[in-house]
């Protein structure tokens, strides 16, 4: 019999009020139905911390873990060692960061996400965060709510996002729809760093100028926006010294990992006003500790430049149906000994499957 262990968060009272909340343990992405049918033994758990976790002993014997980036499994090296049966990983959603992929190809464990199942979900969030930020709307919204009106508090912050440059870092399937989206803002320039360029057509579409440099592209951005996988290239690159290349003042979103940053680093930049602000929704680790120092960083001029939220730009329930949907199918075609739809293999036969997560080489 095969064993699935799906890890996903706990929905609670919210997924009773809200069926639509597949990615929750209540609702198992939808696939009770399909692993009763098919006679497969499904565990799900959103508990997934710890060597008592029912994550670390549900492992040993599954043969197909499933999880969302929302609420992790971490599959680390050391739990892979003890996953004897394992062979398929699946994220129900985009980026696989929280699977140590070269322990996962050393054991020829396929990794597979449901490619693009969130990426407009993902750029309309990047969109608002960006504006959210730039409009200085948190300190008004909260104005507001305290009962208090001084307009110049918050005019103070706030600027138009038309004339200023925008760059992103990464410019895949997420990157580009930004782009895409930022275009009716006619801002004074698009940019983009990536060691992938984008199609000449594509890049002609939204009117993008690549810069190959990264200090060169953090130095003429008033606003940020990462949207690359993490992997060994990525972690920390946003650091004291990388901030330091940045305009002051500038603005940065961050909606594709937590760990792409030094947290501390960002913090500093944000409570010392070298950053006008930082927003997004990925933490380095989730859940975030209630301590964590995104959660209270805050721009001295403005006391707001924080828009950060739980993970949940991805998790939209527009987005949830395509992941939950996509998530079975991956398990089906894998128990028929159909080929995965290329686009969604990150690893697979001990290889990456993608150019994405990093520069190497014997990539397919
Ligand atoms: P994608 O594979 O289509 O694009 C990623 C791009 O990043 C590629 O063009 C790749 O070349 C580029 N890249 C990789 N390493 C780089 C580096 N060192 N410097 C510059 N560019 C680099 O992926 P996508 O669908 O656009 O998703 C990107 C990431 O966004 C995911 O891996 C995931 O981490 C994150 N994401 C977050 C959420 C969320 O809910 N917050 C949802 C979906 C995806």
Redesign the pocket.
């Known amino acids: 019999m095969v064993k699935v262990l799906a890890i996903l968060y706990d929905g609670g009272k919210h997924a009773e009020e809200q069926p639509k909340l597949l990615g929750t343990t209540e609702n198992a992405l939808g696939m009770r139905p399909y692993c009763e049918k098919n006679g497969i033994e499904l565990v799900v758990t959103s508990d997934k911390e710890g060597p008592d976790s029912e994550f670390n002993k549900h492992i040993v014997d599954a043969d197909v873990l499933i999880t969302t980036?929302?609420h992790p499994g971490y599959l680390t090296r050391e739990l892979i060692a003890t996953a004897k049966n394992l062979k398929l990983a699946i994220t129900a959603?985009?980026?696989s960061?929280h699977v140590d992929l070269n322990a996962a190809n050393e054991r020829k464990i396929t990794v597979a996400e449901v490619?693009?199942s969130?990426?407009v979900?993902?750029a309309e969030?990047v969109i608002m965060t960006i504006l959210v930020l730039v409009r200085n709307f948190v300190p008004a919204h909260e104005q507001i709510k305290a009962g208090d009106w001084e307009v110049a508090a918050v005019a103070k912050g706030e600027y138009d996002l038309e004339g200023k440059v925008v760059g992103t870092?990464?410019?895949?399937?997420?990157?580009f729809r930004v782009l895409q989206r930022l275009k009716p803002f006619d801002c004074k320039e698009l940019l983009y760093?990536?060691?992938?360029s984008l199609p000449e057509d594509a890049a002609k579409e939204v009117g993008v100028r690549r810069v190959e440099d990264l200090k060169d592209f953090l130095s003429q951005c008033d606003v940020v926006t990462l949207?690359?996988?993490?992997?060994e290239?990525?972690k920390g690159?946003i650091n004291k010294e990388t901030i330091s290349y940045m305009k002051d003042g500038a603005w940065l979103v961050n909606?594709?990992?937590g760990a792409l940053c030094v947290a501390e680093d960002v913090a500093e930049a944000v409570n010392s006003g070298k950053l006008s602000g930082y927003g997004g929704?990925?933490w380095p680790k989730q859940p975030a500790p209630a301590d964590h120092c995104w959660r209270t960083m805050a721009n001295p001029l403005t006391k707001g430049g924080n828009a950060m939220v739980p993970?949940?730009?991805?998790?939209s329930l527009d987005a949830q149906i395509r992941y939950a949907n996509g998530a079975i199918k991956i398990l089906d075609n894998w128990r028929n000994g159909v080929p995965q739809t290329q686009s969604d293999l990150i690893t697979e036969n001990g290889e990456y499957a993608?150019?994405?997560?990093?520069q190497r080489t014997g990539k397919k």
């Open positions: 980036p929302f959603g985009v980026g960061d490619t693009g969130n990426v979900s993902v969030h870092l990464g410019a895949g399937r997420i990157g760093y990536d060691y992938n949207n690359c996988p993490l992997h290239g990525t690159i909606t594709a990992r929704d990925v993970h949940m730009s991805g998790t993608t150019l994405s997560y990093g």
